[in-house]
């Protein structure tokens, strides 16, 4: 008998964006909004941080956990932005990226055949790792209420089974903009410690919140509602706040018990972050705040640009987002979205991402990454909207 791909690996199903990315990528003149990053370059002064790392020489080996002064830097940031202390030396593992804080996470709480329920529409990677390490996903969608998402309590009830170990979420969500109330922190938080699950917020966007009143206040984190003693895992990353998706750069936090497993898995993973992209990182916390909040403006501004421009267009309902850098917009009537933006990048050189990337609640939307500059974001609403009126 001829030795086959394991049959976990082969329940991962191909990424529907980078499935439509592929075919982009042979094309000319694409608006490209389907990947989930700015096209602003990484801020100089980060870069400058990584070349003088490994002038300095930061080349070599570092703690699986990461360089302890990497870890105070996220845990002076947690001090300052959030009023959370946590110990850098117990609670806190760096990451090669947040994808990577995931899957270590993931690893660490389920055994094979043990569950997670998954709030979608839902960036699909958490999904596919709970597959990777022979466990089941079980998804559970955020029903749009009025022109905010909300939580359905009463499906996580009937989600949960005897081998329900996780409940992960995101907020700010990727694809939805979604944020979490106060009141559906204490809400997942009681859950999870009813139903003795280990709750894990992916709080990559943090930054990214536009708060009705103004201002640059981060969302406030699980960890203000949490003790030190619940079972409660945070995945952050440094890749949307500070433009550095390809550094590839991000940590976790949790219990100690799990933290100090983590910091043993690391070894079989990757070992530790690279050291003088870790250096960079600490720069970025040190001295990027200035930077992010003329950011976060630009993002806001490109936010109701295309908000306003898509509610001026018939045949689609879009939810206000408060936060991330996406618009999600339910197109009526809508079945197939893959298919949708398959015909909308062919006909019109727009790329989108399908809803159906995204999980249960995604079909019958596309998401928009408006984190582009107003020329590629002003010819992008005029092709959807050219491509809407023609019946789409």
């Not at 008998?1 to 976990?8: D, E, G, I, Q």
């Not at 302890?68 to 090669?96: C, M, N, Q």
């Not at 009463?154 to 979490?180: D, I, K, M």
């Not at 809508?334 to 019109?348: H, I, N």
């Amino acid at each position: 008998m001829t030795a086959s791909v394991a049959a976990s690996a082969l329940r991962v199903p191909h990424s529907r964006i980078r499935e439509l990315a592929e075919i982009a990528m042979s094309m000319d003149g694409v608006l490209k909004l389907y990947f989930g990053e700015s096209n602003l370059p990484t801020p100089e002064f980060i870069k400058r941080a990584a070349q003088k790392a490994m002038q300095d020489g930061f080349t070599y080996y570092t703690e699986n956990a990461g360089m302890p002064s990497t870890r105070k830097a996220i845990a002076r940031y947690y001090r300052e932005t959030h009023g959370v202390e946590l110990d850098p030396a117990s609670e806190l593992v760096i990451t090669a990226s947040g994808v990577q804080a995931l899957s270590l996470a993931i690893r660490c709480v389920l055994d094979p055949g043990d569950g997670a329920i998954v709030l979608t529409p839902a960036w699909p990677n958490g999904s596919a790792i709970v597959e990777m390490v022979n466990g089941v996903s079980r998804q559970v969608a955020h029903p749009l209420c009025g022109d905010r998402y909300a939580i359905d309590f009463g499906a996580l009830e009937a989600a949960v089974t005897s081998r329900t170990r996780l409940l992960l979420y995101t907020s700010p969500s990727n694809p939805l903009g979604w944020v979490a109330t106060e009141d559906d922190q204490r809400g997942l938080l009681d859950f999870a410690r009813r139903h003795n699950l280990w709750l894990m917020a992916d709080e990559v966007y943090e930054r990214l919140n536009y708060p009705d009143a103004g201002g640059f206040a981060p969302v406030p984190s699980i960890l203000k509602k949490c003790t030190r003693e619940d079972a409660v895992i945070v995945i952050q990353s440094f890749s949307k706040s500070y433009c550095m998706t390809g550094w590839r750069l991000g940590w976790l936090v949790g219990r100690k018990d799990v933290v100090a497993r983590a910091t043993q898995l690391n070894e079989f993973y990757v070992s530790h972050a690279n050291s003088f992209v870790q250096r960079a990182g600490e720069a970025a916390l040190l001295w990027g705040e200035s930077w992010l909040r003329e950011m976060l403006a630009a993002l806001r501004a490109n936010r109701d640009f295309c908000l306003a421009a898509l509610r001026s267009m018939t045949g689609l309902t879009v939810p206000k987002p408060d936060g991330a850098f996406y618009l999600f917009p339910r197109i009526h009537g809508l079945t197939d979205s893959f298919d949708f933006c398959k015909r909308l990048l062919l006909e019109e050189r727009l790329g989108l991402a399908p809803g159906v990337a995204f999980g249960p609640g995604g079909e019958g939307s596309v998401r928009l990454c408006y984190a582009a500059e107003r020329a590629i974001l002003e010819p992008a609403m005029e092709r959807l909207g050219r491509f809407l009126a023609a019946g789409g």
